[in-house]
């Protein structure tokens, strides 16, 4: 089978959780069939390569980028209109609900696939979508797959309760951690002093990062010897002065981004890993943290439970008190820790890329009749 990659994601998400996904899927395809990538390269990916993996046929069509970043979407699209044409294909699973041809996915002339990973423009419209662009092209691309795949339960619920003449359509596929604590034995750098440990994005809205920093100064009143290691994008105003008044300047050590290597080693040497989210379409960081053996501390919320089930510990994500609580236990119980760490490590192993691709073949074969 001959399936059409439309690489639109892969700009504004070089090495992100989606890129992740679709480079796990392209590079599992059985050997028979034959994966076309349309994508470009820029100044921010100067060698073309986006991040998925190489398969034996894969067909990989890289536009360079020169023109001035308005005029360039206008030129473009003539090249990505014709590869599209030139090249035969029985499916097409574009990595977006936009296309670089800027067409309408509707205007395929095979079976689509669309990846549902979460519902966050339409639970968090002000901040994410204040124009309802992404909800239009969501929309849009739902409404014209043959088959779609949403990532858990949750985002299926989501997705059902705003579309419930899609329910025929949708199949569930969980996702998996592309690191684990075979990883996490290099010799990077780790808090010298104990330390819980919190991964990803910080959006405001949903993050509940706040949340965090609350607990965390309460815990401190309790146990000085502690630090919260942070990884991820710089801290923003508004999170620097809360550090301020919270008193936690000295409590805090932030790496910025690291590898997966590094990233394995700060998860196994936490306390525990900490996610106070309040949304996720799926929430890979927990289980990360739990293929790399440290003890998942996160909310009790949409998707999350899926993943982590009993194998950490849930909260409630809007009750500082109640984590704070969880995060002193865990200091001063070992024996419990050790216990989730096992528990954890066993679950971790419940999902997997080769699962989630067996799975994804399945909805691709039911769509193309082949």
């Known amino acids: 089978m001959r399936i ?39 100044k921010a990916n100067t060698t073309g390569t986006a991040h998925y993996s190489a398969h034996p046929n894969l067909r990989d069509f890289k536009y360079s980028r020169f023109l001035h970043y308005r005029i360039a979407p206008i030129i473009e699209k003539f090249y990505f209109r014709k590869v599209t044409n030139n090249e035969k294909f029985e ?11 800027q067409r309408e996915i509707s205007e395929y002339k095979c079976p689509v696939v669309i990846t549902v990973h979460d519902m966050i423009h339409e639970l ?17 691309a739902v409404l ?18 705003r579309y419930p003449a899609l329910e025929n359509k949708v199949t569930v596929t969980h996702l998996a951690s592309d690191i684990d604590i075979n990883k996490s034995y290099g010799n990077e750098k780790t808090p010298t002093q104990p330390y819980y440990l919190f991964v990803g994005s910080r959006d ?12 965390f100064s309460q815990v401190i009143s309790v ?23 919270l008193n936690l300047t000295n409590y805090i050590e932030y790496y910025g981004q690291v590898g997966d290597n590094h990233l394995a080693k700060l998860y196994r040497c936490s306390v525990a890993f900490v996610y106070p989210s309040l949304y996720e379409g799926f929430g890979i960081p927990p289980l990360e943290a739990m293929s790399c053996g440290t003890v998942a501390v996160a909310s009790n919320t949409s998707s999350i439970p899926e993943v982590v089930g009993d194998a950490g510990i849930l909260f409630d994500p809007k009750a500082v008190g109640d984590l704070a ?27 997997s890329w080769d699962k989630t691709v ?9 769509v193309s009749h082949c």
């Open 4 to 42: 059409f990659y439309d690489g639109k994601m892969y700009s504004p998400q070089l090495f992100g959780g989606i890129s992740r996904y679709f480079a796990n899927i392209i590079s599992r395809l059985p050997e028979t069939y034959t994966p076309i990538v349309t994508t470009y390269c820029d």
């Open 91 to 101: 499916l097409a699973h574009p990595t977006y609900y936009s296309l670089l041809t």
């Open 124 to 140: 968090f419209p002000k901040q994410k979508d204040p124009h309802g662009i992404e909800r239009k092209e969501k929309q849009k």
């Open 144 to 161: 014209a797959a043959q088959g779609i795949i949403c990532v858990s339960e949750n985002t299926k619920k989501d997705l059902l309760e």
């Open 204 to 215: 405001k809205q949903y993050k509940n990062f706040d949340c965090l920093l609350l607990a």
């Open 223 to 245: 146990n000085s010897e502690v630090v919260l290691c942070v990884v991820g994008r710089p801290f923003n105003t508004y999170e620097t002065n809360l550090i301020k008044e």
């Open 325 to 351: 609580e969880i995060l002193l236990f865990l200091l001063d119980n070992p024996i419990e820790r050790d216990r989730l760490i096992t528990k954890g490590y066993q679950r971790a192993k419940t999902f």
């Open 358 to 366: 067996a799975q994804t073949l399945e909805v691709y074969r039911s």
